[in-house]
């Protein structure tokens, strides 16, 4: 295997599951040192435990994203760990069923206060930790296809990743003079955690990614390992000319 980020100390929010525990395995697998970022501290042990079984160099760090001294703390205990920071993962997000007309004000704030302002609270971390070092650095913000296309179910869902697609163009352009790009990456339909809420049974989620399947050009639902070369060029210094994009790894559901 080869090492394509070697030497690069790596922090991804939301690692104890999904996106974010492929992409930490991933990235130590390519030679990173990785913080396992996540609010549950027992999964992200259990997958900082797997890399370094694999022989990778990681350290699992609890933190809630939507607080702010306690990603600070996170973020510094990373970085002291490994001695420099070179890229923060913002991918830790949620969601839940939300038809446009039933969406109240709790539960809009809820999700807005996790996907949006967690990702602001980690895109302003990693930019101080950044410039205090003096060195240049890459943010990276988990969007989704539904940054481009709101569907009705998903209002809540659909309104915080088009603002976390708006914190990439504007993350971007403010902090491009301090030599840190901000982009992004748009999943469409990945077999994670997150659907467990909408399918009670092994069958059900099954007959749910197989009818999404069929809508999706190249004809399957994604598993995390489909984004993982994405997560890996945007780390490395293959990605370095490239800021405020958001790729979409989603099957071809959008094209833009
Ligand atoms: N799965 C999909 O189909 C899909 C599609 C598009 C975008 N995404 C996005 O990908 C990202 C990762 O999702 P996933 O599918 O891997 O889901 P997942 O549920 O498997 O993982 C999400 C992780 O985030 C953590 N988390 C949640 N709230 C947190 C908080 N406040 N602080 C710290 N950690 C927190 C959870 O504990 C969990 O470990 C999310 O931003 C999601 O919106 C997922």
Redesign the pocket.
């Known amino acids: 295997m080869s090492r394509r980020l070697e030497g690069r100390t790596i922090i991804v ?8 525990a492929c992409f930490a395995a991933g990235f130590a697998a390519e030679g990173a040192s990785v913080g396992v ?4 501290l027992e ?1 992200a042990q259990q997958v900082a435990s797997d890399i370094a079984e694999a022989g990778g160099s990681c350290i699992a760090v609890p ?4 607080d702010q001294l306690a990603v600070r703390d996170a973020f510094s205990t990373v970085r002291d760990s490994f001695g420099r920071l070179d890229a923060v993962f913002n ?5 839940f069923n939300s038809p446009f007309l039933e969406t109240s004000a709790e539960d809009f704030r809820r999700l807005h206060e ?2 949006v302002l ?1 990702v602001v609270i980690g895109m302003q971390e990693a930019a101080r930790i950044f410039m205090q070092d003096g060195r240049s650095g890459k943010i990276v913000n ?5 940054s481009r296309r709101a569907n009705a179910n998903f209002a809540a869902y659909a309104a915080s ?1 088009f603002a976390v697609h708006a914190l990439v163009q504007s993350g971007a352009r403010s902090l491009a003079e301090h030599r840190i790009t901000v982009n992004g990456f ?5 077999d ?4 467990d809420a909408q399918a009670s049974t092994r069958a059900a989620r099954s007959a749910l990614f197989d009818k999404y399947g069929e809508t999706i050009p190249i004809g399957r639902t994604a598993v ?1 390992a489909d984004l993982l070369p994405t997560g890996i060029y945007l780390a490395g210094n293959d990605s370095d000319y490239m800021t405020g994009q958001v790729v979409m790894i989603d099957g071809g559901i959008e094209m833009v």
């Open positions: 929010t939301g690692a104890g599951s999904g996106i974010g970022l996540d609010r549950d999964p933190a809630d994203v939507t991918n830790a997000g949620i969601t996790v996907n967690g988990t969007c989704s296809v539904a990743k748009a999943p469409g339909i990945v994670t955690a997150l659907w995390p």
